[in-house]
């Protein structure tokens, strides 16, 4: 998906708006591919100054199983875009990934909304950002309430253990 920036290019203070659905269901992420619904971009391209910066937000639902807990779970993720287009880019090898190369006078929407996507995530999915995860001995999920484990003793307390059990 292209989207033409002709109109602002030239033009320092000017602005145009954009909107897309991008389907990113093919991207893998671990072992499952969490993105199964359309992914929403909304937001302004501005010529500030001769630089062209894109803002807005990126909005879905992912599908997986927690990384913690190995519970299923589905949550809405609204991650924000702040990326700078740049007709070429001037040092390839020290390349910032939130600089977007244009190519004529438009920008492919859907690269920079998968990179924008994929920078955003977490390096884990999480169920929710305070998961408490499983028992070690157990595997009882913790979110649901403690489990009835016994915490094991450090063994440099021990002789402590026995005046308390006298």
């Known amino acids: ?78 991650l924000p875009v702040d990326v700078v287009l740049v007709q070429e880019l001037a040092n390839e090898e020290n390349e910032d990934e939130w600089v977007f190369p244009l190519e004529g006078d438009t920008a492919d929407l859907e690269d920079i909304v998968r990179n924008v996507f994929v920078l955003n995530m977490d390096s884990k999915l999480l169920c929710k950002p305070d998961c408490k995860g499983m028992c070690c001995r157990c595997g009882k999920n913790l979110n649901d309430g403690p489990c009835s484990c016994q915490k094991e003793l450090d063994p440099r307390f021990a002789a402590l253990r026995q005046l308390l059990d006298k």
């Open 1 to 78: 998906m292209r989207l033409g920036l002709a109109q602002i290019m030239d033009r320092p203070g000017q602005s145009i708006s954009y909107s897309a659905s991008v389907d990113l269901s093919d991207l893998l992420y671990g072992t499952t591919y969490p993105v199964s619904e359309p992914v929403v971009a909304e937001g302004v391209v501005r010529n500030t100054a001769g630089v062209l910066v894109m803002t807005g937000t990126i909005r879905t639902r992912i599908h997986g199983v927690c990384d913690r807990c190995a519970g299923e779970f589905s949550r809405d993720v609204e």
